[in-house]
C-alpha cells in the first residue's frame, strides 16, 4: 500500500471527474458536490465502459454505455445489476487542497 | 406490537407474487416476506413474452414488480436461487446453494414445467421450450443466425411461439398430431378458417405428424417423423402442453397426483405449507391461464391476512389466441354432444365464424372467430349458469350488435353490459369495478385504471373495452388526470414539470428537484438531463446550461464508442464540400492515427477511434464547426444535387439545404433531430423519413414532418406546400419551435407527433402570427448558441478535463 499525491483540488471539476493512471490501473476521481473526492478503478463491471465519462448523481455514478450505476463509496453496482469495482481511500489536505489516494 | 410471521414465498411467478400483492393490501405488517425465484428477474408477466417474441413489447416493459417494488414492501428477495427441499419438521427451506430461510407460513407457486417429447436427440442444441425469457432470448439469438424453425404442438402456445418467429424473419413450420389445430380450443370449422388465416401469412402446417427424433451434430439439423419423412431445421420449439411442477413436493413429503393437492383454502395435506397456480391440482383440475390463479390467489391471501372467505370452488376458462392478427375466442364445452344443441353462423365474406352450445337451456360453450366482441358477455352468461330459454338468436346474432343493423353498435354494446359483466378475464374485474374506479377514486386515463383494477394488466385483450368504458364513464375527462413521473424519482410528468418551472421561474435543476420535491434528491440520468433541457428551452437567455446533467456524449461534444474512443464528424453544410476542406480533413486524419474514416448515412465523413485527449488538439487544427453528431440537436441537412446538375431537379436543392442547416445548427431540442431536402419527388434525399423533409416540386415546396428510418420505420406525413425560400424557412422555424416546446425530452418527433397528434401540429402552425411568434423564439433559442469545439479549444479550464491527470507522486 502507498499513499500517492495526485494533484489538487482545483484539478476537477465540482461534480466532474478525472483519471490517473498508476501502473496498470487507471483511476476515475470524483469530485462531489460536498467537496469529497472519491476514487474507483475507472472499468465499469458489465462491458468495461469508462465510468470516468460517466453522469454523477449523488454518490452514484451512471455508466456511459448502458446506465449500470456504480456506487462511488462502496465501489457496489446498485440492482438491478450486480458486481463491483475497486475503491481507493482518499484524503484532501485542507490547507492547500492537495488530493492523496491510497493504493 | 406483535412481532411479525416469516412468510416465504418459493416461485417469483405469476400467481405467487400476486397473491402477496394481495396479501400486503389485507394485513400489510402481519408478515416479514422472503420470496425465493429460480429466474434472475423481478416478478414479470409470463404472458407478454408471447408479445414480447412478436416484437410489439419490449422485454423490459413486461416487468411487473420492479425490484423498488420488493424494497418498498420490506420484501427479502432472492433471485437465481432454486429451492430443493423443504423440512417441514424444522420449518425451514432449503436452496440449492445451501441458504436456508425459516416460515411461519410456506407458499409454494413453482408454476409449471414446458414438456419436452421424449424423443432421440430433444437435448440437442436448438431445441427449446416456450415458457421463460431465457427462452424467448434464445430464439431472439437463432433468429439471427438461423434460417429454418419448427414448432411441435399448435395449441395457443405453439402458434404464439410461431407467430413470433415469422415476425423474426424465420421460416417456420408447425408440427401437430392432430388433423387439425388448436383441436383443444377451436372447433373444426374454426379451426379451419384459422389455419387458413396463418397459411395466408406465411406459417406451413404438417399434421396428423409424429415425431420420431431430432438428428444433427450438436446442433439439431432435421426433425425425422414416424412416417418416414422429414423436415429440415435449424431450431425446434416444444409446444406440446406443460407439467404442473412438482419436483418440491416429491422432495419434501408432500402430496400430489399430477399437481401439488390443495383443498379449497389452498391447504396441502401440511400444516402451514399452501401451494396455488399452476403447480396445483384442485378438484382434479390444473389450470394453465391465469384467471383461475389469480382466484386461487385472492383466496389464499386472505386465508392468511386471516379474512373470513368462502374458499375456491374452480373456474370455467376462456381462451383468447392474442398474437395472431386475427380474433380467436373460445370458452366452455363448446364441442356438442349427446344432450346439447350447437348453434352457428358462418360468413366466409367476412371471415367470422360464431358457434354457440346450449344444454338444458343454459349456455354451456361458445367458439368465436373473426369478431370476439362477444366473447365476454357469453362467457359471462356461461359462468352465471342462467337460463337463455327463448334468447337463443338473440345470444347467436349478437345482443344489439352491428349485425342487427343498430347504430353505434360497439359503445351500446359497452352501454348495455351488466355491472357484473367481467371485462378482463385474466383479473376478474367486473364492469362496475371500472365504473367506480373512474367515478369514485379519479382514474381518468387507461394506466390509472390498469394499476387501480389491474384491468388489462394481463394478456392485454380486453384493452379495447376497457378504453371504452373509460370513455363511456369519464367523457371529457379522460386523460386529465395526473400522467406517470418522468422517471422514478418523482411522479410527476413532463407538462407539470414544465408548468411549474415556469410559474416559479425555478432556475437549476436543484433547486426543480428540491421544489417539486423529487423523492430522490440527487434525481438520474433520465430526469437530470430532461430538467436541463426544459429548463434551457424556457429561459434560453437567462438560463446557464449544465454540462454535468448531461450525457458523456454532449458533455465532450464528440460520440463515445464502445471501446472508450470517440469520434469526430466535422460540420459540412448540405453536404457539400470543397477540395481544400477535404484535404484538411485527410492530413488531420494521418496526423492523428485516426483507425477509421467513414462516410454516414447522412452525407458527412466520421472520424473513429480518436482518444479523448486528441479531441480538442484535432478540432484547433481542423478549424471546422462541431457536426454535432452527437447530440439531441440538429444533426444533419442531407440534400440531393437538385437542379443545379440534376435533370429532374426542379429547385435548388443545395441551397436550400446549407441555408438551413446554416440557419438551424447548434439548436437543442428534446432528441436529435435529421432534415433533407430532395430537388424534386423522386426523393434522392429519402426526405420524407426524416423529422422534417422538404421535396421540392414544380413551383412550390413540400414539406413532410415527423418520419423515422430507426427501429421502427415511420413515413412523414405532409405538414403542407408553400410557394418560396421564405415560407420554407418560417414553418421549418415554426414546426421546430413547437416540438422543442410540447416534446418530451428524449422523444423524437415521430412519437411526438403520434402522441400529440399531426392535427394538434397543424392547428397550432396555421396561423401565420403563430408561426412568426415560434420563429421570433426559436431566433432567440439559436441567438445564445456558439461552437463547442472553438469554445473548449480556447479554454485551458474546459480543455483540461480531456486529460488525464499529469502523474502520481509517491509521498
Ligand atoms: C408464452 C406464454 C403465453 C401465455 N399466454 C397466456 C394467456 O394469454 N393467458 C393466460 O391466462 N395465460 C397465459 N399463459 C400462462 C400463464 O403465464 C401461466 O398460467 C402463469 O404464469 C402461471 O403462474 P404461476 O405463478 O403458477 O407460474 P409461473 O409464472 O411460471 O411462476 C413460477 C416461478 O417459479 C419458479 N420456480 C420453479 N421452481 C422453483 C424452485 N424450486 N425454487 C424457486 N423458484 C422456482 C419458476 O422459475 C417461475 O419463475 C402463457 C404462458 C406462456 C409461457
Ligand atoms: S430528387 Fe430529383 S432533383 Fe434531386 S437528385 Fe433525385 S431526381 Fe434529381
Ligand atoms: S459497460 Fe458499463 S453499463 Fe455496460
Not at chain 2, 427424433?213 to 406440446?240: C, N, P, W, Y
Not at chain 2, 472508450?564 to 484535404?583: E, F, H, K, M, Q
Request: aromatic fraction near 6%; proline fraction near 3%.
Amino acid at each position: 500500500m502507498s499513499k500517492l499525491l495526485i494533484g489538487k483540488l482545483s484539478d476537477i471539476d465540482i461534480r466532474g471527474s478525472r483519471t490517473v493512471r498508476v501502473k496498470e490501473t487507471e483511476i476515475a476521481l470524483f469530485r462531489l458536490e460536498d467537496g469529497s473526492v472519491l476514487a474507483i478503478e475507472n472499468r465499469c463491471p458489465h462491458k468495461g465502459g469508462l465510468l470516468s465519462e460517466g453522469m454523477v448523481c449523488g454518490t452514484v455514478v451512471h455508466c456511459p454505455l448502458h446506465d449500470w450505476k456504480v456506487d462511488l463509496q462502496s465501489g457496489l453496482v446498485k440492482d438491478p445489476d450486480d458486481g463491483c469495482v475497486m475503491t481507493f481511500d482518499t484524503e484532501i489536505d485542507p490547507e492547500d487542497g492537495a488530493i492523496y489516494v491510497t493504493i | 406490537m406483535t412481532v411479525p410471521k416469516k412468510l416465504v414465498l418459493i416461485g417469483n411467478g405469476m400467481a405467487g407474487v400476486r397473491a402477496i400483492e394481495h396479501l400486503l393490501k389485507l394485513a400489510p405488517d402481519t408478515y416479514e416476506i422472503t420470496i425465493f425465484g429460480a429466474e434472475p428477474h423481478p416478478n414479470y408477466n409470463r404472458i407478454m413474452l408471447s408479445t414480447v417474441l412478436a416484437g410489439s413489447t419490449e422485454l423490459k416493459d413486461i416487468i411487473i414488480n420492479d425490484w423498488d417494488w420488493y424494497k418498498e414492501n420490506n420484501i427479502t428477495l432472492h433471485t437465481n436461487q432454486s429451492i430443493k427441499k423443504i423440512d417441514t419438521q424444522r420449518k425451514v427451506v432449503i436452496s440449492e446453494s445451501g441458504i436456508e430461510a425459516p416460515y411461519d407460513e410456506v407458499v409454494i407457486a413453482t408454476g409449471s414445467k414446458a414438456f419436452m417429447l421424449p424423443i432421440p436427440g430433444a437435448d440437442k442444441e436448438g431445441v427449446i421450450a416456450f415458457r421463460d425469457i431465457q427462452d424467448c432470448e434464445k430464439m431472439f439469438s437463432a433468429a439471427k443466425s438461423y434460417k429454418k424453425a419448427a414448432v411441435i404442438g399448435a395449441g395457443l402456445l405453439g402458434l404464439e411461439a410461431a407467430r413470433g418467429l415469422l415476425n423474426l424473419g424465420m421460416e417456420v413450420t408447425v408440427i401437430h398430431k392432430h388433423p387439425y389445430i388448436m383441436e383443444r380450443q377451436l372447433d373444426e370449422a374454426a379451426s379451419l378458417m384459422l389455419r387458413k388465416e396463418l397459411e395466408t401469412q406465411g406459417m406451413k402446417f404438417l399434421l396428423s405428424k409424429h415425431s420420431a427424433s431430432i438428428t444433427g451434430r450438436g446442433r439439431v439439423k432435421e426433425l425425422q417423423f414416424t412416417d418416414g419423412s422429414h423436415l429440415a431445421t435449424d431450431l425446434i420449439v416444444m409446444a406440446v402442453g406443460i407439467r404442473p411442477n412438482v419436483d418440491l413436493a416429491k422432495s419434501s413429503g408432500i402430496d400430489y397426483n399430477n399437481g401439488i393437492l390443495v383443498d379449497d383454502f389452498m391447504n396441502t395435506n401440511i400444516p402451514h405449507v399452501s401451494a396455488l397456480g399452476e403447480c396445483v391440482e384442485h378438484r382434479g383440475v390444473a389450470y394453465g391461464l391465469v384467471a383461475p390463479l389469480y382466484e386461487q390467489g385472492a383466496v389464499l391471501a386472505k386465508r392468511l391476512a386471516g379474512v373470513e372467505t368462502a374458499g375456491y370452488a374452480g373456474s370455467v376458462t376462456s381462451t383468447k389466441l392474442k398474437v395472431s392478427g386475427v380474433d380467436v375466442f373460445s370458452a366452455g364445452r363448446f364441442v356438442e354432444t349427446e344432450g346439447s344443441r350447437a348453434m352457428r353462423i358462418q360468413d366466409d365474406v367476412a371471415g367470422t365464424y360464431k358457434k354457440i352450445v346450449i344444454r338444458n337451456g343454459k349456455l354451456v360453450g361458445a367458439v368465436l372467430f373473426g369478431d370476439t366482441a362477444d366473447g365476454a358477455s357469453l362467457f359471462a352468461s356461461i359462468k352465471s349458469g342462467e337460463s337463455i330459454e327463448g334468447r337463443e338468436k338473440e345470444l347467436l346474432l349478437g345482443i344489439s350488435s352491428d349485425l342487427l343493423g343498430k347504430s353505434g353498435g360497439g359503445a351500446s354494446r359497452l352501454e348495455n353490459m351488466p355491472d357484473d359483466e367481467i371485462v378482463c378475464g385474466c383479473n376478474g374485474v367486473t364492469k362496475g369495478a371500472i365504473g367506480d374506479a373512474v367515478l369514485n377514486k379519479g382514474c381518468h386515463t387507461f394506466g390509472e385504471l390498469k394499476a387501480c383494477t389491474k384491468a388489462s394488466a394481463s394478456c392485454g385483450g380486453c384493452k379495447a373495452d376497457i378504453e371504452g368504458l373509460l370513455h363511456f364513464y369519464a367523457g371529457d375527462k379522460v386523460g386529465e388526470s395526473a400522467k406517470e413521473g418522468i422517471c422514478g424519482c418523482t411522479s410527476l410528468g413532463r407538462d407539470e414539470i414544465v408548468e411549474q418551472i415556469q410559474s416559479m421561474r425555478l432556475m437549476t435543476v436543484k433547486e426543480v428537484m428540491h421544489v417539486l420535491d423529487w423523492n430522490n434528491k440527487e434525481g438520474c440520468s433520465k430526469c437530470r438531463p430532461s430538467l436541463n433541457y426544459y429548463l434551457g428551452m424556457l429561459f434560453p437567455e437567462e438560463y446557464v446550461d449544465e454540462k454535468e446533467s448531461r450525457f458523456t456524449n454532449e458533455r465532450y461534444h464528440a460520440n463515445i464508442q464502445k471501446d472508450g474512443t470517440y469520434s469526430v464528424v466535422p460540420r459540412i453544410y448540405g453536404g457539400v464540400t470543397t477540395p481544400a476542406d477535404l484535404i484538411k480533413i485527410a492530413s488531420v486524419a494521418e496526423k492523428f492515427n485516426v483507425p477509421l474514416v467513414k462516410f454516414t448515412g447522412g452525407q458527412r465523413l466520421d472520424l473513429f477511434g480518436v482518444k479523448k485527449e486528441d479531441l480538442p488538439k484535432m478540432w484547433e487544427e481542423l478549424e471546422m464547426a462541431s457536426g454535432h453528431a452527437y447530440g439531441k440537436t440538429l444533426r444533419t441537412v442531407k440534400t440531393c444535387v437538385g437542379n443545379t446538375f440534376c435533370r429532374f431537379g426542379t429547385q435548388d436543392a443545395m441551397a436550400m439545404g446549407i441555408k438551413m442547416e446554416k440557419a438551424f445548427e447548434r439548436l437543442n431540442a428534446p432528441a436529435k433531430f435529421k432534415l433533407a431536402v430532395s430537388g424534386c419527388p423522386r426523393n434522392c434525399a429519402e426526405a420524407t423519413i426524416k423529422d422534417l423533409g422538404v421535396v421540392a416540386i414544380d413551383g412550390a415546396w413540400e414539406i413532410h414532418v415527423g418520419g423515422n428510418a430507426g427501429v421502427k420505420v415511420r413515413a412523414c406525413d405532409l405538414l403542407t406546400t408553400v410557394k418560396t425560400e421564405e415560407e420554407v424557412m418560417e414553418w421549418t422555424s415554426a414546426y421546430l419551435q413547437y416540438y422543442r416546446e410540447t416534446g418530451q425530452w428524449n422523444e423524437r418527433t415521430a412519437h411526438w407527433i403520434d402522441r400529440v397528434g399531426l392535427d394538434t401540429v397543424k392547428k397550432a402552425l396555421e396561423k401565420q402570427e403563430d408561426r412568426l411568434a415560434l420563429m421570433e423564439r426559436v431566433q432567440k433559442a439559436l441567438s445564445v448558441t456558439t461552437d463547442p469545439w472553438k469554445e473548449i479549444v480556447d479554454n485551458d479550464e474546459l480543455r483540461k478535463n480531456f486529460e488525464p491527470i499529469a502523474g502520481p507522486l509517491p509521498v
